[in-house]
DNA sequence: AACATAAATGAGAATGATTATCAATATCAC
DNA sequence: GTGATATTGATAATCATTCTCATTTATGTT
């Protein structure tokens, strides 16, 4: 990881929440990094092809990012209070594959998230 | 449903795949519809706040709608030209109801896609 | 039918996130 | 240091989506 790579991941690291890529650049640019918004977004993508990074949507389409803590993984999320637990699926996964297989389709991707009230909520 | 609804759903029917606003727009106008991207767009967002289509996002952000079928099921989707195939996953189902259940979770929901490429493309 | 009023429509402009372009700058091997 | 190469930031371009508004169409009343 270079220098602009660093200050990226380090914003968003001390964000510790799904931030967009405008959000993290507006955040840099207030602590006098001279970083671009380009640098931004190839930063991020490069993370996320790497699964460094976890990428979600918002309702409207905005890609949002934030660090992971381990490996693969997917979300369970409050519905209510926003509250994201990360959780192991290697059941999930294998089944997405031999899926993908049956059915002859070739470097398959998923999207799995699950969404709920937590405890509090 | 008024004029321009029915058909924008009836393109959307007639598609029978997951398809972005602007391709149904497009679909229409070749048809020789003079119907707007506007009321294209109006008449989806309509629809999916009512539960009439499914949403979901491609990679790049882009809104696919489909017309609901009944009962529960999830797609695997050519993210070349938009072939897509329902598939069965009770795995997935137990998986996300323990999951719930192990974090304390009620009321889970669950999004589930799989993305990739078919044979033909 | 004639009229008034409200709702829906389509064309095009505006918005906003993302991506592409490209000259300037930093990095590295020698 | 010198030249080759990769990275960067500013800015323009792109593209889906939303907004605006004049015009059309539907609706209701007499």
Same mark, same amino acid.
């Given at each position: 990881?270079? &220098?602009?790579?660093?200050?990226? +991941?380090?914003?968003?690291k #001390?964000?510790?929440?799904f931030?967009?890529?405008?959000? !993290?650049?507006?955040l840099?640019r207030?602590?006098?990094?001279?970083?671009?918004?380009?640098t931004?977004?190839?930063?991020?993508? &490069?993370?996320?092809?790497?699964n +460094?990074?976890d990428v979600? #949507?918002?309702?409207?389409?905005?890609?949002?990012?934030r !660090?992971?803590?381990?490996?693969?993984?997917?979300?369970?999320?409050?519905?209510?209070?926003?509250k994201?637990?990360?959780v192991?699926a290697?059941?999930?996964?294998?089944?997405?594959?031999?899926?993908?297989?049956?059915n002859g389709?070739?470097k398959?991707t998923?999207?799995?998230e699950?969404?709920?009230?937590?405890?509090?909520?």
């Amino acid at each position: 990881m270079n &220098k602009s790579e660093v200050k990226v +991941i380090g914003a968003l690291k #001390r964000e510790g929440k799904f931030s967009s890529a405008q959000s !993290l650049y507006q955040l840099l640019r207030k602590n006098g990094e001279s970083t671009g918004l380009a640098t931004v977004y190839r930063t991020l993508q &490069k993370a996320a092809a790497e699964n +460094i990074v976890d990428v979600l #949507r918002k309702d409207d389409g905005e890609a949002l990012y934030r !660090l992971c803590d381990t490996g693969h993984h997917h979300h369970l999320v409050c519905t209510n209070c926003g509250k994201t637990v990360e959780v192991e699926a290697s059941a999930v996964e294998k089944w997405a594959s031999t899926v993908a297989k049956n059915n002859g389709f070739k470097k398959v991707t998923h999207v799995v998230e699950l969404f709920g009230l937590c405890q509090k909520c």
